[in-house]
């Protein structure tokens, strides 16, 4: 996953202070909040960083704590909010039996990645990076693994902003003492091909979107 890759100080941005917890939970509305995960780094292109976090709030929404995803920008000095939204992160009971999803967030290549995996015997990950678009973030790169071991898997990488995609079906390998391995000696099936390049999703609106993705050849299938 990328987060793996990630690292919280980044050049140039090493000795820049984020906001208070206080004055985010301020601006945000909410009495109180929890920094899950932050980075800092330049979003925007301008040299300047943003500060970027998944919090939660001490609201509860259906038997969990709300989560959201923020973006805040240095004006004059002080941080601002500029993007809230509790739609590109996944609550804490979403995970399956693996438990919390949120594996994490940061900032890398005027991007902003967040993760998430979970499930249980089948299991799954996902990974969303959003770059800047006049005064929203929106999607730019989707990856994502479903798969079990022993069994089937599907690998998608999906590139918005270049109107391309990319899957690959094969099969899991199985750990010691649960099969030969013998499965993995075919090739797996793999297929690259165009998607549309206008297809537009925003950091606010990423559980609202219903984009479904069809390879031409294979028949492979997605959504975003």
Known sequence: MWLVLLLNAKAG?????GPFVEDMAVQLGTASIEVLA???GDLTGDGAP???AAVQTENVIDGQRERLVVVFRLQQGQW???Q???????????????GDPFAGLGIQD??????HFGGSNW?????????????DLILSEHRSYWGSFCEEKVDWEINLAEGRAHCAYGREECPEGFGDNGHLDSIPVTETFEIPIGLRITL???????VHIVSPVHGFETSL
């Open 204 to 210: 606010e609106q990423r559980n609202d979107s219903a």
């Open 84 to 98: 809230s939204s509790p739609s590109p992160i996944l609550g804490s009971e979403e995970g399956g039996v693996l």
């Open 123 to 135: 299991r799954w990950s996902m990974d969303d990076a959003y770059r800047q678009q006049g005064e």
């Open 38 to 40: 932050m980075d800092m």
């Open 110 to 115: 005027q991007m902003l990645h967040i993760s």
């Open 13 to 17: 941005f090493g000795q820049a202070a």
């Open 80 to 82: 601002v909010l500029w």
């Open 50 to 52: 943003e500060y970027a």
